[in-house]
């Protein structure tokens, strides 16, 4: 017995940035990013800490479960940094809502989310844990060179989360990792040391895009195939493939290799760009409260990102 989904939820900054605002800022335009991506708009935090963001989304997911925080036996975060390095966001998120558990974050880059539903159910099936809190949140924004049109385009800020609990609704889940600091990278920025000989990495988000294109839909493509042959599903017993939101043609790529249909694609990659390890939860909670998802629909997850890592997922929920 591994865990169900019985809550989610999400929160996203105030300020909603259009392509066209972002033209003001680097020579891009509206049609080469919808074109290229599927962004039309994305969130971007001004005022809001990751924690405001993270707390918003775990008190949502908390109130559908009917959940305390008190009744919570473990607290994942998936993020690429919290607003400190230490405390860490998951720390911070037990005292706001009031949990009493052990919290831990994970970096695992977009595929975090991913990697957080293995840990849970690693937790679960011990016996360590029964009911787990699995927050992606992201502040992307805070990592981009706003003079990089190749980059700052496509990232936005937001957290999703879920509420897990003992059950049967985890199928099959893969993980994988495959280190690389060359073709998605985000430096460090380290205190000066009078000791220290290594010199200052570029703090901002370094990608290429092409090559990170064809890793991100040769694994989907193996990750999807292989989770769902392990879990014994067909593609008409799914509701919805659920990809990272990172460019709408990555996503229907894989629908179209794996032969799913149009409406069994999940996108909202218009409307937050690519939010990282945040984009499953996020989109996952969307299609719950628009009555898309219900329970006992089967849905299929897959992530890629740095590291490079890559996970997917078969959930009845
Ligand atoms: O979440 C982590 C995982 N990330 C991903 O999976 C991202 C995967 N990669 C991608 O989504 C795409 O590679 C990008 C969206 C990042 C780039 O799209 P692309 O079709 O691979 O474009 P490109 O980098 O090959 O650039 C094509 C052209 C270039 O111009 P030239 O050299 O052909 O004259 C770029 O300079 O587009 C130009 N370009 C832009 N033009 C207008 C690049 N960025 C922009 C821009 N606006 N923002």
Redesign the pocket.
Known sequence: MSFQIVGTGRANPALVLTNEMVSKLVD??DE??VT??GINTRYVSTDETLLDLSVEAANNALNKAGIEGKDLDLIICSTLEGDYITPSLSCLVQREIGAVCPAVDINAA?SGFIYGLDMADAYITSDKAETILLIGAEMMTRHLDWKD??TC??FGDGAGAVVLKKGNGLKSIKITAKGDDKL?VIGNVFCSSPFSNQPQTDPHFR?N??E??KF?VGSALRDVKEVMKKAGVTVSDVKMLIP?Q??LR?SQFVKEKMGFSDEQLASAIDHYG?T?SASIPLLLDELVEEGKLSSGDIIVLTA???GLTTGACVIEL
């Open positions: 891009t335009n080469w990013i290229r991506t977009c049109r190749s385009v496509l998605l990608m895009g092409g990170v294109f991100a990272h990172a460019n990555v690519n990282s890629f990102g740095g």
